[in-house]
């Protein structure tokens, strides 16, 4: 039997060699559309907060027109979130909230978890050793929280809550600046600010340190509760850093200044409006 073998014409591609060329054709449409699409998304700005910390930031289940939806389920909203949408907005970004414990958020910050932390921070001295911080986007002033029937509800000066069971936040200086109220009976610090409007509420402890809109945020949901402020020279010495709220970036970031752009085009009355707002909006279970 005569074998015919076939043979490609001069220019012609084999089978072999058209089936290759198709793949790599298919391949080659399939990269440009993964380019394509990476072109036409938003990069992310990545922003760490505990979503815990009613008003600057708190959790909650319902979508609304302001509350952004948490990577890990949920939506947050507060004054730390619709500042995070202005900045997100400025640099062209998509806006994720990464909902990340206290203590978690320098490390997230440090490690490239997250671009930076919008979460109701002081701009410490210690903190700065670890992480940047931009300028302020809130000035505030410190507050003790009590029962409205307490017998520190009408106290004027630090001396006044000597003898009073007063805590704080873990890890913030609010924990630390109790010392300064004369004869203390300082308690353990407790990690959120929930636990703390708890542990007043029902007397196991006398008060605990808040900044103003903290404090606001928990009477406000609270009615048992009110809070304490001081005129100049009766209440808590602390550093201007203190008083401050500020962006947390990586060491070094470009974010830095950019953001700084950003929060000089938000007026001081802007500012003010947006924590009225929130106060007002933030869920009563908060």
Known sequence: MN????????????????RFMKRLMTLALALALVCVCALGAAETLKVGMECN??????????????AVAIAAGGYADG?????????????GRELEIVKTEWDGLPPAVMSGKIDCIIAGMSPTEERKVTIDFTDPYYVTELCVVVRKDSAFAGAKTLADFAGAKITGQL????YNVIEQIPDVKKQPAMETFPAMTVAVAAGAIDGYIADRPGAVSATASNPDLTYVSFEE??????SPDDSQIAVGVQKGSELT??????????????????????????????
């Open 257 to 286: 200044a950019q953001i700084n752009a950003i929060l000089a085009e938000i007026s001081e009355e802007e500012r003010n409006a947006i924590m009225d707002a929130v106060v007002a909006a933030q869920p009563l279970s908060e």
């Open 53 to 66: 910390y009613a008003p600057y930031n708190w959790t909650q289940s319902e979508a609304s027109e302001d």
């Open 171 to 174: 890890n913030t200086f609010h």
């Open 233 to 238: 020279g009766e209440g808590f010495e602390i």
């Open 3 to 18: 074998t015919v073998q076939e043979k490609t014409r001069p220019g012609r591609l084999s089978n072999e060699e058209e």
């Open 79 to 91: 004054y730390d979130v619709r500042i995070a949408k202005i900045i997100a907005e400025k640099l």
